[in-house]
Nanobody, 116 residues
Framework: QVQLVESGGGLVQAGGSLRLSCAAS????????MGWYRQAPGNQRELVAR????????IYVDSVKGRFTISRDDAKNTLYLQMNSLKPEDTAVYYCNAYLSPNVYWGQGTQVTVSS
């Protein structure tokens, strides 16, 4: 059983930065991929960024390209999301996700609120 615990959310002014962390209970190098999703009130959960663990390829939703960076620290079994130049529209609950075929695991989420 994989457990994911997010941290690092909070309230920040527009233009500010936050770094989200996702601590995994297992060895993340064994996962097929990990990612960050977000869900704003009234909206569907959307993929923000994803990293494949065999090769380290990354993808980002267009709205965060150039502002957010996904990375991982295998030694700490931790996934990160560095968020810069935050905008009010980035306000959402951010969820960590891990894919270990055929299962998908989710964290409990961390709130990010960006004030204008």
């Amino acid at each position: 059983q994989v457990q994911l615990v997010e941290s690092g959310g909070g309230l920040v002014q527009a233009g500010g930065s936050l770094r989200l962390s996702c601590a995994a209970s297992g060895n993340i190098f064994s996962f097929d991929a990990m990612g960050w999703y977000r869900q704003a009130p009234g909206n569907q959960r959307e993929l923000v960024a994803r990293i494949t663990l065999n090769g380290g390829g990354t993808i980002y939703v267009d709205s965060v390209k150039g502002r957010f960076t996904i990375s991982r620290d295998d030694a700490k079994n931790t996934l990160y999301l560095q968020m810069n130049s935050l905008k009010p529209e980035d306000t959402a609950v951010y969820y960590c996700n891990a894919y270990l075929s055929p299962n998908v695991y989710w964290g409990q989420g961390t709130q990010v609120t960006v004030s204008s």
